[in-house]
């Protein structure tokens, strides 16, 4: 198997994150989905400023989503069309993947960020990654990774950038 082999498989991967129900394609419902479960993790209103931030920016994440992947206009990103759509056009640019990510990327942290201080800290983001249907261990490392200062909390642009790299890029 050769390096660009192992980064489509890589990738393809990365698909089950957004494909929250499992059924074999990311639609907006998994978004919402998401939204949601973060929402009644955190015991956060949907009507409240956070709630309505993080809806907001789950319904931004799709479109962009769809927008740059969703081929056949069915409202349904499958793993083909993720890894060949979206993947490609975005794998030598993650820094544009950070901008469709970057509402729900925000918003996610606003959500775990307990004192308002604009950083979440690293085991209250580990949670809502966990909440996100992230396996436990890999949470952990993740969450603890994005705390670049070692400060014991991780802001807004740590998390967005991480996650672009994370789909997009050969990086591990």
């Avoid at 929250?20 to 907006?28: E, F, K």
């Avoid at 993947?87 to 959500?111: G, S």
């Avoid at 775990?112 to 909440?131: N, Q, S, Y």
Wanted: charged share 35%; net charge negative.
């Amino acid at each position: 198997m050769d390096a660009e082999d192992l980064y489509q498989r890589r990738i393809a991967d990365r698909f089950d994150a957004f494909d929250q129900d499992g059924n074999g394609y990311i639609s907006r419902e998994d978004f919402t989905t998401a939204a949601s479960r973060l929402l009644e993790a955190f015991e956060t209103p949907f009507r409240s400023e956070k709630g309505q931030a993080l809806a907001v920016g789950a319904e931004a994440f799709w479109q962009g989503l769809a927008g740059i992947a969703d081929v056949d206009g069915d409202q349904r990103v499958t793993r083909a069309e993720f890894v060949h759509g979206a993947v490609k056009r975005l794998r030598d640019n993650p820094e544009r993947f950070a901008e469709i990510a970057r509402p729900f990327v925000c918003a996610v942290l606003t959500v775990a960020d307990r004192d308002g201080d604009g950083r979440a800290e690293v085991a209250e983001l580990e949670r809502a990654l966990r909440v996100l249907g992230v396996e436990p261990h890999t949470a952990a490392l993740t969450a603890e990774s994005l705390d670049v200062d070692r400060g014991g909390s991780v802001d807004k642009e740590e998390a967005v950038m991480a996650f672009a790299r994370y789909f997009v890029t050969k990086e591990t």
